[in-house]
């Protein structure tokens, strides 16, 4: 059997707590039968239920912190699907901390030719955000500086990689507060380059 499983759809998640989330999905379809369904967390696989259930509960999540979770359908054979769709959830903060400051709605897409273009939305800080910090795999890359007035909306930074096609980036970023600290980091994002 080398055809993987179709990938799962309307995959959702609900927060349970501050430290646990509740997923569910509709199921994946495959030629002979699917036997389990692996839940990543960015590119890392974090749980695995069988093939049978439609969701999953994780627990262990920190309090205050942004994640990107995607479920793929595995068969006996170990052909794993397609990500489903990606959902993001942001814990509810610890009992007297500050408010999450992560950038939202991050979205990554890869050009043919090596580019990799991101878009997200900044937080609300009560000023203009001006510096963004990006990082690839969880290492610092590059600061993303705007200048004297950060675009307005949605912001839109694009870059070359020469890494080979097929090669995967994990990407989070965060902004630099108006006291001068980094704030939280945005809910990862995976892009393949072309």
Same mark, same amino acid.
């Given at each position: 059997? @080398?055809? &993987? &499983?179709?990938?799962? /759809?309307?995959? #959702? %998640? /609900?927060? $349970?707590?501050? @430290?646990?989330?509740?997923?569910? +999905?509709?199921?994946a379809r495959d030629d002979t039968r699917v036997?389990? !369904? $692996?839940? !990543?967390?960015?590119?890392?696989?974090?749980?695995?239920?069988p093939g049978t259930a439609t969701d999953a509960r994780l627990t262990g999540l920190r309090p205050g912190t942004a994640y990107a979770f995607t479920v793929r359908a595995r068969d006996a054979a170990e052909n794993s699907s397609p990500d489903s769709n990606a959902v993001d959830l942001t814990t509810a903060p610890a009992p007297g901390a500050p408010a999450n400051t992560a950038p939202t709605d991050l979205t990554a897409t890869a050009a043919k030719g090596g580019e990799i273009t991101l878009t997200w939305t900044p937080p609300?800080?009560?000023? &203009?955000? /001006?510096?963004?910090?990006?990082h690839l795999n969880g290492r610092f890359t590059t600061t993303v500086v705007w200048g004297t007035a950060p675009p307005p909306g949605r912001a839109t930074y694009a870059f070359p990689v020469t890494d080979p096609p097929g090669t995967r980036y994990t990407v989070t970023l965060r902004a630099r507060?108006? $006291?001068?600290? +980094?704030? $939280?980091?945005?809910?990862? #994002? /995976?892009? %393949?380059?072309?």
């Open positions: 059997d @080398r055809t &993987p &499983p179709t990938a799962p /759809t309307g995959l #959702r %998640v /609900t927060p $349970d707590g501050s @430290r646990a989330a509740a997923l569910r +999905w509709s199921p036997t389990a !369904y $692996d839940v !990543y967390q960015a590119d890392t696989r974090v749980h695995t239920v609300k800080t009560g000023a &203009p955000v /001006t510096h963004h910090e990006l507060l108006p $006291d001068g600290t +980094w704030g $939280d980091f945005s809910a990862p #994002r /995976t892009v %393949v380059v072309r």
